[in-house]
């Protein structure tokens, strides 16, 4: 048992932008488990504007400029920052005893989600990557048949992603320029990445990576929108795409990518992603020795087609599973999250996804990256030190408090809201 039992958790938002509405299900994972005994007390934003939203949202929490600010005022933060400022930010609070939860990617590089993992490890402070999409309910009911044995042994995990939203979500602010983000191959498909590992049993060992910008980058119309999150400008009826208006002054990134995978168990694995689709979705098929299956849909409403007999083409398949969770959105996973998190830090319970596996969704995201900006050449994963691997394996038990130490002052991260 966690010595976090003996009074409330006090945790701290840092970044108050589109993302840091996942704070909110701390209030609702207590409600439900009041063992957690958790509540945010602290906001850090540097921007007046995510200030404002922090007094809004948490009226009786103190809020504060940056960071390190909040040491000895919390004993837990939720980072929900802009992509580049997650590993500065992580290791500052790590270092300074601060359990984080860490919200996906990781980081923007390798070496970046390697720093971050030796922090935690060299520190033992409590590090949780807010992987959501593995508590989906498409993605819990698709693991589900794979570990049934319904389709015997994995060998392939494909996945299309067709990211119809795209011009609004990822090409009007900072998700545009490659310096803040690296990739959208890493930002938004590491949750997808996340997946394929899950579901073929292994992490990547090996990646060839292709894509290019397509249709956004012919878009003229640019401007800077500092101060506004994505709700401010999000409409379906921005369409076509090349009829886009406001997008970021700088769009580097890719708006059509894919990535081809070994993983270190020998099971192939393939991922596309587009930007430009006129539906929002993804496809996941798993092939293994004695069928494959398929999902339809990724929400509640949609279903999972399962085949295990041959014969020709055929919509129906041999079984059919429904899709249980909220019908738009992901709201049931990140509660189901954030409850995880607080378990772990709280009670000590041992978190289902490692940091290892969230590093191994930024290894497969960067690299892919990195080799679809020089040739489409191979590159193989590098592995993590023996020492960070041994502190993740161990069970996730906490007998004491964090000892806090002061932020290096020689480093201020920005907590821009994300």
């Not at 009074?7 to 996942?22: D, E, F, H, K, T």
């Not at 506004?228 to 076509?240: I, K, Q, V, Y």
């Not at 409403?301 to 055929?314: E, I, T």
Request: net charge negative; proline share 5%.
């Amino acid at each position: 048992m966690s010595a976090y039992t003996d009074n409330p958790l006090r945790v701290a938002v840092i970044g108050m932008g589109q993302r840091s509405a996942i704070a909110r299900h701390v209030a609702e994972a207590v409600a439900a488990d009041q063992r957690l005994q958790a509540r945010v007390t602290a906001v850090a934003d540097v921007t007046a504007a995510g200030s404002e939203r922090g007094h809004v949202e948490y009226p009786d929490a103190l809020v504060v400029e940056h960071h390190r600010e909040l040491v000895g005022q919390v004993d837990a933060a939720i980072v929900t920052t802009p992509d580049w400022t997650h590993a500065e930010i992580a290791i500052d609070l790590l270092r300074a005893g601060i359990a984080v939860y860490l919200e996906k990617p990781l980081a923007i590089t390798v070496e970046d989600a390697d720093a971050v993992l030796n922090t935690a490890a060299e520190t033992g402070t409590p590090l949780y990557v807010g992987h959501n999409f593995r508590h989906a309910a498409v993605v819990r009911l698709m693991r589900e048949i794979v570990d049934r044995g319904e389709i015997g042994e994995v060998k392939a995990v494909w996945c299309r992603h067709f990211v119809g939203n795209g011009g609004d979500y990822y090409f009007k602010d900072w998700h545009a320029d490659s310096s803040k983000v690296n990739s959208l191959l890493l930002q938004k498909a590491s949750h997808d990445l996340d997946v394929i590992h899950a579901l073929g049993g292994g992490d990547t060992a090996r990646v060839v990576g292709m894509g290019s910008l397509s249709v956004y980058g012919d878009v003229t119309d640019r401007r800077d929108r500092s101060g506004e999150l994505m709700g401010d400008w999000f409409s379906h009826d921005n369409w076509p795409p090349l009829a886009q208006t406001g997008l970021n002054p700088v769009v580097d990134v890719e708006d059509v990518s894919m990535v081809m995978m070994t993983l270190d168990n020998g099971v192939q694995a393939s991922y596309e992603q587009c930007h430009f689709t006129p539906d929002y979705w993804r496809n996941y098929t798993v092939i293994g020795t004695e069928g494959r299956l398929e999902n339809i849909g990724d929400t509640g409403g949609g279903v999972v087609k399962v085949w295990n007999h041959r014969r020709g083409w055929d919509t129906a398949g041999d079984r059919e599973y429904p899709i249980d969770g909220v019908q738009d959105g992901h709201a049931d996973a990140d509660l189901l999250t954030m409850t995880e998190f607080l378990r772990s830090v709280v009670l000590g319970e041992p978190a289902e996804l490692s940091p290892i596996a969230a590093r191994a969704a930024v290894a497969a995201g960067a690299l892919a990256t990195r080799s679809l900006r020089t040739g489409s050449v191979p590159i193989d994963v590098p592995p993590l030190p023996a020492e960070t691997i041994a502190h993740f394996s161990r069970p996730a038990t906490h007998s004491t408090r964090p000892t806090t130490q002061s932020l290096s002052p020689t480093h201020p991260a920005q907590t821009v809201g994300s």
